[in-house]
C-alpha cells in the first residue's frame, strides 16, 4: 500500500491480514508446536520442522511496520522456509504498536531470542518433538527485519546467545526518511515514505528514541562482531539505500556479507514465492547460505 490513516488502523489491518491469507495455507508439516516466552507480558512462539532433528534454528521475526500483522499472516511463508531449508522456524508474536510503541516489540524478541538460546529451552524443544538446533539464525523481514538487526547487536553485545547468521529481508535500518531511494521507489504501491513516516510515527513517536540502535541499527557506533549476514532487497525497495550501506559497514568491519536482490517485484515480495519464480531462486540461494553456515559455524554447547 502507498500510505494509510492512521485513523482507519483496525481497517488497514484487517485489508491487509486477509490479504496474507488469501494466499493460501504453507506446506504440511510434522512438527508444528506452540509456546510462550517465560517471563514478563506472555508472548506467543510458534516453532515449524520438517525433521526431529533440524540443521539449525531460524528464529523468524515478521515485517508489518511494527503495527500489523502476526505470527499467523507469516505461518505461510515460515512452514515454507521450514520445508525447504531443514531448520527449524521459531516465529515471536511481538506486541504491535501503537497499544504498545517502542521499545516494547524489542524488548520481547530479544527475550525470546534469549530464551531460545538457552538451556531453559531444551525441554521445550523436547515436549515440541525436536532436538534442540545447534546453531541459531535471527531473521526478519521489514519491520522484522529492523527487530532482528537490533537484537542481533544486542547479542553482540551481551554475548549470548551465540549467534551464526543474522537474515536480513528488505530491513529497516534508520529512521531517515530522506534517502535517495525513498524518492525514486519503482514499486511505492508495495511501500512508499509516507507509509514509512506513518509506521515510525505510531511506533517511536518520540524523535530523540529513533536514534537509538534498538530503534535505529543503522547508528550503532561500530557493526564489528556481528555475524555473517545475508541481505535481501527488492526491485525499487525505498529502504535500499540504507540497506546498501548497511552492508558497507558490514563489509568494512570484515563481516562476510552474502546479498540477492529479487528482479521485478517490490517490497513485501517474499510472501509470493509460490507466485514467483524470481522469489523462489532467492529462496533457494538462501538456503544454500544456511548449508553453508551449518557446515562452517560451531554447534553451540548444550
Known sequence: MASFDPLDLAGVRERACAAKHALGP??????????????????????????????GLLVYLHGGGWVMYSIDEYDRLARHLADVSGWAVVMVDYPLAPEQRYPAALERCWAALRFLGSREAIAWFDTSGITAPPRIVVAGDSAGGNLAAACALRARDAGAPPLVGQLLVYPVLDHDLNRPS???????????????????DLYCPDPRRRLETGASPLRAATLAGLPPTRLITADGDVLNDEIAEYGRRLRATGIAVSTAHVHGLGHGCLSAWKESPEVES??????????????TAADRPR
Do not use: K, M, N
Request: glycine share 6%; net charge positive; with cysteine.
Open 26 to 55: 504453507g506446506p504440511r508439516l510434522p512438527i508444528v508446536a506452540e509456546g510462550l516466552v517465560p517471563g514478563g507480558r506472555p508472548v506467543r512462539l510458534r516453532l515449524l520442522s520438517a525433521s526431529s532433528h533440524p540443521r
Open 182 to 200: 525513498y524518492f525514486r521507489a519503482t514499486h511505492p504501491e508495495d511501500i512508499s515514505r509516507e507509509e514509512l513516516r506513518v509506521c515510525w
Open 282 to 295: 532467492v529462496v533457494t540461494d538462501t538456503v544454500a547460505w544456511l548449508e553453508q553456515l551449518a557446515r
